[in-house]
């Protein structure tokens, strides 16, 4: 009969083994997916945050996916249309030097998902 106590000893050693769940950086279908809700909470927009998620897979931005946010719908529209698809196909390395222009009417959605990106960008290089 195995004691309580060895069985919490047992419990401990395999809890301290798993490697904790990153809330940041996830594998989904072969692909790291970056998500900058928590690494992008100072990063705000016109209203507030704007968080996104950056699929990457080989080193290669797949895309670029807007989170719920509280910006404008009418403006962010725009940035969705006009930013989210530039770094799609880039080699990491790549995507971190592209200069995207802000969208005109939406800037601080625009600059606010920029830095998402680039942040997001900078988390998948250091703990991939």
Same mark, same amino acid.
């Given at each position: 009969? &195995?004691?309580? $106590?060895?069985? !919490? /000893?047992?419990?401990?050693? /395999? ?5 904790? @769940? @990153?809330?940041?950086? +996830? ?5 790291? &997916?970056?998500?900058?809700? +928590? !690494?992008?909470? =100072?990063?705000? *927009?016109?209203?507030? +945050?704007?968080?996104? %998620?950056?699929?990457?897979? %080989?080193?290669? &931005? &797949? %895309? ?5 946010? #509280?910006?404008?719908?009418?403006? $962010?529209?725009?940035?969705?249309? *006009? ?9 990491? =390395? @790549?995507? #971190?030097?592209? %200069? ?6 939406? +800037? $601080? ?5 920029? #830095? =998402?990106? #680039?942040? *997001? /960008? ?7």
């Amino acid at each position: 009969m &195995v004691s309580g $106590f060895a069985l !919490l /000893l047992t419990a401990v050693a /395999l809890t301290s083994a798993t490697p904790k @769940d @990153d809330e940041v950086m +996830t594998k989904e279908d072969g692909m790291y &997916v970056v998500n900058t809700t +928590t !690494l992008g909470k =100072n990063i705000t *927009g016109y209203v507030s +945050t704007t968080p996104v %998620k950056i699929y990457i897979k %080989k080193n290669k &931005v &797949v %895309k670029v996916e807007a989170l719920k946010n #509280q910006e404008t719908p009418k403006y $962010f529209a725009k940035v969705k249309k *006009g930013i989210l698809d530039k770094w799609n196909g880039l080699k990491v =390395n @790549d995507a #971190q030097k592209l %200069k995207v222009d802000g969208i005109t009417g939406a +800037t $601080f959605s625009s600059e606010a998902v920029i #830095q =998402n990106v #680039q942040a *997001g /960008l900078e988390y998948y290089k250091k703990n991939k």
